[in-house]
């Protein structure tokens, strides 16, 4: 499984960026999938979720400025990022499992990208 992710940068606060991540060896309509970012000296932090039945889940500090989606004719999951703010800044990592009954809630997952960086400045 390759999970590779593309579409960080520097953004000033209250910019947009859209993630993306190409699956290969996994398929993106079959699990769940998921965003997980790591800040600077920090423990890695749940962000977002997928799973096969289309629905979304959210951590409460992005939820109504983040949006995950994905494009099973693509086999690639996206999050969009809008109103970005500078403790949005991070290494964020694209995940996936091929359990949807555990939690999406989490940080374990299978599979992981190499990540792609986010940097919101003030």
């Known amino acids: 499984v390759q999970l590779v992710e593309s579409g960080g940068g520097s953004v000033q606060a209250g910019g947009s960026l859209r993630l993306s991540c190409e699956a290969s060896?996994?398929?993106?309509?079959?699990?769940?999938m998921g965003w997980v970012r790591q800040a600077a000296r920090k423990e890695r932090e749940w962000v977002a979720g997928?799973?096969?039945?289309?629905?979304?889940y959210y951590a409460d500090n992005v939820k109504d400025r983040f949006t995950i989606s994905k494009d099973n004719a693509k086999n690639t999951l996206y999050l969009q990022m809008n109103s970005l703010k500078p403790e949005d800044t991070a290494m964020y990592y694209c995940?996936?499992?091929?359990?949807?009954?555990?939690?999406?809630?989490?940080?374990?997952?299978?599979?992981w990208g190499q990540g792609t960086q986010v940097t919101v400045s003030s």
């Open positions: 995940t996936a499992r091929n359990s949807t009954t555990a939690s999406i809630r989490t940080v374990n997952w299978d599979y």
């Open positions: 060896g996994y398929t993106v309509s079959s699990g769940c």
């Open positions: 997928i799973c096969r039945s289309g629905g979304t």
